[in-house]
DNA sequence: CTCCCGATAT
DNA sequence: ATATCAGGAG
């Protein structure tokens, strides 16, 4: 296991590696911001981009989301994949938004977290990036690479991931911490055949040196 | 734990 | 062909 000064490492190498690192959902405001999300589960966000490009175009607000059928939001959104569980999260998700909300998107991750479709990983992003509110949210990129890298445990779930993170990191820090771990590793520390022979962190990544003995 | 699920890279 | 992609709910 890393310990403090050693996190701090690596995460300073990511910052130069990714100095630009930040959220790549294209969305205007909460609300879209909220959809992509929602869509972004087990989907790259390039697809989603794609998607929402013209789904934004006819779905403006909650109520635009209601206004059709079930199907026609599906067809909507269907080169995206899970599109039918998605599609009736988003409606529920509206539903709420309109009788409990106002129209708005909640502000809090306990509130956001209720509603369809979001969970602890969208909640975070969502009150990190609409928001401006400290969070570090645990998605499969932040979790590979904090257990390869030995941030955290093999066997942790994401919440504990989640909270090792939180306490080693500065409050401050932990929404760019969050993007650039993710940069590094979706375009470096990639799930299949990551490059460790050409990884600046190969020293101390104990993963890193494991793969490299086994070529 | 399983299911939802199309697009894309390898 | 198959693993993987800004996961969440039952």
């Given at each position: 296991m890393l310990n403090k000064k050693q996190i701090r490492y690596c995460l300073d190498v990511m910052a130069e590696m990714f100095p630009d690192a930040k959220g790549e959902l294209i969305h205007s405001n909460p609300f879209e911001l909220v959809i992509a999300v929602l869509l972004s589960a087990q989907c790259t966000d390039k697809l989603v981009n794609k998607v929402t490009a013209h789904l934004f175009l006819k779905y403006k607000e909650p109520e635009d989301y209601l206004a059709v059928s079930l199907e026609e939001l599906q067809q909507d959104i269907r080169s995206i994949g899970l599109y039918r569980t998605k599609a009736k999260n988003i409606q529920k998700l509206c539903k709420v938004l309109i009788d409990e909300y106002n129209g708005e998107v909640p502000r809090t991750k306990?509130?956001?977290m209720t509603l369809a479709g979001v969970g602890r990983k969208t909640a975070n992003v969502v009150a990190s990036i609409a928001f401006g509110e400290p969070a570090i949210a645990v998605d499969t990129h932040v979790e590979r690479v904090s257990k390869r890298l030995g941030i955290c445990r093999w066997k942790d779930s994401v919440i504990e991931v989640e909270e090792t993170l939180m306490r080693k990191v500065p409050r401050e820090e932990w929404s760019v911490t969050h993007h650039r771990?993710?940069?590094f590793g979706r375009y470096h520390?990639?799930?299949r055949?990551?490059?460790c022979l050409e990884c600046p962190l190969l020293e101390l990544c104990?993963?890193?040196?494991?793969r490299v003995k086994n070529v």
């Open positions: 306990e509130e956001l771990i993710i940069f520390c990639k799930a055949n990551p490059n104990r993963e890193g040196k494991k």
